[in-house]
């Protein structure tokens, strides 16, 4: 059974940092490409960043570049998502999918308020 399990989400005053992990398992994690959504109450998803399977590409939203640093450890089955500078309008559900499959895991609450 495919599982994406997401955490270290948590309250955190503006300005802040968080980093969340996506324990992976179920798949040959190695060899999938991964991707952190977010979505904030009342809007779509929005993927704010991927990874390829080796780690060496990345992507960025406008919205996070400069501020998120995406990372992966292919020994532990684990993606990361470093998340710097946070503000309120960070505030979602972020949750890690395999980019090549579509699977999607439960999400992790992030919230940044004063």
């Known amino acids: 059974e495919v599982q994406l399990q997401a955490s270290g989400g948590g309250l955190v005053q503006p300005g802040g940092s968080l980093r969340l992990s996506c324990a992976a398992s179920?798949?040959?994690?190695?060899?999938?490409?991964m991707s952190w959504f977010r979505q904030a109450p009342g809007k779509g998803p929005e993927r704010v960043s991927a990874?390829?399977?080796?780690?060496?590409?990345?992507y960025y939203a406008d919205s996070v570049k400069g501020r998120f640093t995406i990372s992966r450890d292919n020994r532990r089955n684990t993606l990361y998502l470093q998340m710097n500078s946070l503000g309120p309008h960070d505030t979602a559900v972020y949750y890690c999918?395999?980019?090549?499959?579509?699977?999607r895991g439960q999400g992790t609450q992030v919230t940044v308020s004063s």
């Open positions: 999918a395999n980019s090549n499959t579509g699977h």
């Open positions: 179920g798949f040959n994690f190695k060899n999938y490409d």
């Open positions: 990874i390829n399977s080796g780690g060496g590409t990345t």
